[in-house]
């Protein structure tokens, strides 16, 4: 852990007696710098990445896997350290082969729940290769285009990741293909997503693909102690908890911190000075399987965020139908939406997979369609913390 890490664990403490020193240790949606357990992985990347130290751009590629292997944390982490130790130390690299030396090529790592369209997408790219400011107002998607072409039509040029492809409303193969036409030799791109390579389309697919596995249990052990040491206070958990944790995981990293993170947020409730066999039960249930991951729903619009946080609080008779449901998240404090808007989110949320229409109870005397009611098919206890944490930490800023 650096300075600035150490210094700010100590700054949330506030002090307030609490097990928990530093919840971006344990968030399952915070990347460490160095990911642990995923080396061959790392090997793999830097192979395909190799061309940029012969004065040229590699391939495209698709990097795929599971939910909660760790392919957003290898790419931000590789790309981080790559663009820091090449961009960052005078633009420039300097081969064995020939004299001269030749820029680096930038690295961008874009995120598809957050940039969605072809606009965002190049806006994200254009703003990370100029250094003034990109407009978001006024502008056309074909003059970013144009923008981005003429800024990589001289020596400027990009390797380009771009992660969650392919998920629910994110960016496709097809659209990157179509955004990134007629940019060869000056941009590359890597994606990364979930869905096996047979079950694409051939004329999509990039030509190199690298598997991320799941974790080994002792490598998921070796991930959680690491994060657990670092967020939670001496003697707050042990190792017996850790490899249970990594077991009833099954390699998936984002549901073993999820668990862990529960876990302590439990004990913190009950003023608890480690995790107690309660408290881990606890965490563990808090995770429903399969889950919906915490990256997902934390990049939703604030509006549907904010609806999903009041929803989860509610007791269980005020959701009994999707209708009561609305009406009584629009009706909570701090809702200024009216209960047919909040109807409206309710029913996308449910076709996008964030939560699931049951259908509920009703007496044998009635009749028609039985009504539905929404279970969250994410995990509400860490959700709702790690909302609050994020709105007090723009509160302060």
């Known amino acids: 852990m650096d300075i600035e890490a150490r210094i700010r664990r100590r700054q949330r403490r506030s002090g307030e007696p609490s097990i928990v020193k530093d919840y971006d240790a344990l968030s399952p949606v915070v990347h460490v710098e160095a990911p642990s357990g995923r080396g061959p992985v790392l090997e793999q990347l830097l192979d395909h990445l190799d061309p940029i130290f012969e004065r040229s751009l590699p391939p495209t590629a698709y990097v795929w896997g599971d939910g909660g292997v760790g392919k957003s944390a290898v790419v931000t982490a590789l790309f981080d350290h790559l663009d820091r130790l090449l961009t960052g130390t005078g633009g420039v690299i300097h081969t064995t082969t020939r004299a001269r030396s030749t820029p680096a090529p930038d690295f961008v790592y874009v995120d598809a729940r957050v940039d969605d369209s072809e606009f965002a997408l190049y806006h994200t790219v254009l ?22 072409i003429q800024r990589l039509s001289g020596s400027d040029r990009a390797v380009v990741a771009v992660d969650h492809v392919d998920e629910f409303d994110t960016l496709g193969l097809s659209t990157l293909h179509g955004a990134f036409d007629g940019m060869d030799g000056r941009l590359s791109w890597i994606a990364v997503g979930r869905t096996p390579p047979e079950e694409l389309s051939s004329e999509l697919l990039p030509p190199e693909h690298i598997h991320v596995p799941p974790y080994q249990q002792h490598a998921l052990v070796d991930l959680l102690t ?7 206070a001496r003697q707050a958990f042990d190792h017996e908890q850790i490899r249970r944790i990594a077991e009833w995981a099954k390699g998936d990293a984002h549901d073993a911190l999820t668990a862990l993170f529960g876990a302590a947020e439990v004990a913190t409730r009950e003023s608890h000075e480690r995790i107690t066999e309660r408290d881990l039960e606890a965490g563990l249930d808090a995770v429903p399987r399969p889950t919906v991951a915490l990256g997902r729903v934390l990049t ?28 009584s998240v629009a009706a909570a404090p701090g809702i200024d939406l009216s209960p047919s808007t909040v109807k409206r989110y ?52």
Do not use: C, M, W
């Open 226 to 232: 690491g994060r657990a040491s670092d967020g939670l």
């Open 127 to 148: 703003d990370a290769l100029v250094e003034e400011q990109v407009p978001k107002q006024g502008v056309r998607t074909d003059s970013l285009r144009s923008r981005l």
């Open 346 to 397: 309710l029913y996308e949320l449910a076709e996008e997979g964030i939560t699931e229409r049951v259908t509920a109870e009703r007496d044998a005397e009635s009749a028609g369609r039985p009504p539905s009611r929404l279970e969250p098919r994410f995990p509400t206890l860490v959700f709702s913390r790690l909302y609050e944490l994020q709105h007090e930490s723009d509160s302060r800023t």
């Open 300 to 327: 939703l619009p604030e509006n549907r965020q904010l609806v999903l946080r009041t929803l989860v609080d509610l007791p269980e008779e005020a959701t009994t139908t999707v209708g009561d449901a609305a009406a």
